[in-house]
């Protein structure tokens, strides 16, 4: 089981906060630094206000040198396809080959009516995400000197030189997740090379994992080249007054964190995440709320880590 960081910046930080948490997940040997992406804050005021997630990793590619970097997850309604595989691809090889490409349809309309971005229905933006799947793709691997060129519905591309490429070949690793019925299994299992399930039960999470296999098996690809992870909020303590204090610094009840989260002394993360195991996950994505808070991290990479490694 592997541990990693994950980030929601639009409820308040700044490019330094991240900087700190990125660099202290590096050095306490997690897995990767993740970070949401999205442009308004939800249920706080944000302040200094939102950052950009492919600017914020580009600056992370440079200011750390070893742990992963990714989104969790990147929408597709806020880029047209072709710069963004460009921008992705520059991230990676500034990183020296550490992205990991997480990537959804997009979903919170609030935050597109606040910066003017189109809001489609979800039958559109389904649509758009799977052409922006083929595109990205498309031209990240298209070989070396060689053109490429796509006739969608939304997305039209003529004779593209496919450049920049990806320190990663053929790709960057793609992340995809959520609890969809249909496209999103089926999406997964055609280009993603992780599912994740975020901020779900146990039963549930067996339910989405059978539901990818699934749909894997349908195209014939094997179940077991994708990687299986879920996302969890995180509240580690030594004692009940240190939980009590975590929640109450991200405005959340420790019985409903322990019932929905990661929450609770170590030796209740560890067997928590032993059930998750259990059910396939093989990756958590801690999200960590208060990031002025690095002893959090210090203390579940001292206590929790080392006792998940070989589950």
Known sequence: MELRIFTEPQQGATYDDLLAVAQAAERLGYGAFFRSDHYLAMNVDGLPGPTD???????????????????????????????????????????????????????YEEEHTAYGIPFPSVKERFDRFEESLAVITGLWETPLGETFSYGGTHVRIENSPALPKPHQRPRPPIVMGGSGKKRTPALTARYADEFNVPFNSVEETVKLFERVRGACEEIGRDPKELTYSNALVLCCGRDEAEIARRAARIG?????????????TPGELIEKIRTYAEAGSQ???????DLADLEHLELVAQEVMPAVADL
């Open 252 to 264: 959340r009840e420790v019985d409903e964190l322990r019932a929905n989260g990661l929450a609770g």
């Open 283 to 289: 990756r958590i994505y801690l999200q960590v709320l």
């Open 53 to 107: 997630a492919w600017i914020t990793l580009a600056g992370l590619a440079r200011d750390t040198s070893t742990i992963r970097l990714g989104t969790l997850v990147t929408s597709n309604t806020f880029r047209h396809p072709g710069p963004l595989a460009v921008s992705v691809a520059q991230v990676d090889a500034m990183s020296d080959g550490r992205v990991e490409f997480g990537f959804g349809a997009g979903w």
